[in-house]
């Protein structure tokens, strides 16, 4: 359960009796009351504590309430804190007009009822409560919107990291293994040429051997393809767009800013898998024949986008609560954990084009993050 929110109210009167009884009429508001007896005073309080509510007379030597409250209203931290405005003097209607011209949220004459006066500065009181408490969960939810973008990030840098550790088992470990069989069996083979039937049985397994190399090698690449490290990544893209060509069918062009140069490893996985996820889901979705991939640098930003010719994105799946596919989902969030946005643009019928940008800004950052 939350604590109660802490209420201070300023009292502000030069007649020492009517601040007593506001003090009497207030006291079973929960509330703090700090007393002010002229408006220098009242000045001083304000500069040391937050207040909920000032209670002013408007009739005081040396500055009076009006210009009391329009020095209130000109520090930023008091721009918002109500004012009621009391008086026995300047009670016509010419008077209350300028007590709210300078920012009066009531205007009381004396003598005062103790229960109005109590009712209207129980609603403000209770007003600035909710204020406060509503600042308070706003804060609470942004601190765990904080937490859980760290976890996803960390999350995904783990994921990364294992796939990159699992391709690299695969490709020098099983990859390694199915070589050397392959080379047993050609060499059994050409010892068992005579045997017609040992030969053809050899050539199969070793027909069978070439297959199971060639998937090694593609799984290793599509868990983490070698070049995103060594070179970067444009080749790495131009590379997988080719062999992606070539096992899906698709016709695809890979288009790389020349001096693009290295983004670091946060960024360069980012646009990978992004590249990666849009190529398979115009395969597996568009119906059309050819993608075209562009990677550019523009206005300070790294620009990834993937267009199709295919049959387009529901408008219902393109928005941020559509039925978009988790792969797309992952790589959204893979994005906005740069600071980057992920933009869809489908004309039914037309083709598709997914846009990511991540801001230069974050290249540093992900340089200094290292590669594991």
């Not at 007393?35 to 040391?48: F, N, V």
Request: glycine content about 8%.
């Amino acid at each position: 359960m939350s604590l109660p929110v802490p209420v201070n109210i300023l009292l502000v009167d030069d007649n020492p009796a009517k601040l007593l009884s506001y003090e009497v009429i207030l006291s079973d508001l929960n509330t703090s009351l700090i007393k002010a007896h002229s408006g220098r005073e009242a000045l001083d309080c304000l500069l040391k504590t937050d207040v909920a509510l000032v209670l002013l007379d408007v009739s005081m030597p040396d500055l009076g309430g009006f210009e009391l409250a329009e020095l209130i209203r000109q520090h930023p931290r008091h721009q918002d804190t109500a004012i009621i405005f009391v008086s026995g003097v300047h009670v016509t209607d010419l008077d209350r007009v300028e007590g709210y011209a300078r920012g009066a949220v009531d205007y009381l004459s004396v003598p005062v009822v103790p229960e109005v006066l109590r009712a209207k500065v129980n609603v403000f009181v209770e007003l600035f409560r909710k204020t406060k408490q509503l600042e308070s969960l706003n804060f609470e939810l942004q601190d765990t919107q904080q937490k859980l973008r760290r976890l996803t990030n960390r999350m995904m840098q783990v994921q990364d990291m294992e796939r990159r550790k699992v391709a690299r088992d695969v490709h020098d470990g099983l990859g390694q293994y199915l070589v050397g069989v392959k080379m047993g069996v050609d060499n059994l083979g050409r010892r068992l040429a005579r045997d017609e039937e040992s030969h053809r049985s050899l050539g199969e397994i070793s027909g069978l051997l070439d297959q199971a190399i060639s998937e090694t090698r593609a799984i290793s690449h599509l868990l983490h393809p070698p070049l995103l490290d060594e070179i970067g990544l444009g080749s790495a893209l131009v590379n997988y767009g080719y062999g992606f060509g070539k096992r899906s069918g698709l016709t695809v062009s890979v288009n790389v800013d020349e001096d693009l140069g290295r983004l670091g490893n946060d960024i360069e996985t980012a646009l990978f898998r992004v590249a990666q996820e849009c190529l398979l889901n115009v395969h597996r979705h568009s119906k059309s024949t050819t993608a075209e991939v562009e990677l550019s640098r523009q206005d300070g930003v790294i620009k990834l986008q993937v267009r199709d010719q295919g049959q387009g994105i529901q408008d219902e799946e393109q928005g941020d609560t559509g039925r978009l596919g988790v792969g797309l989902l992952s790589v959204r969030e893979r994005i906005r954990q740069l600071r980057g946005q992920l933009q869809i643009i489908s004309d039914k019928g037309k083709g598709t084009s997914i846009i990511a940008t991540v801001p230069e800004a974050t290249i540093g950052e992900s340089r200094e993050a290292g590669r594991p």
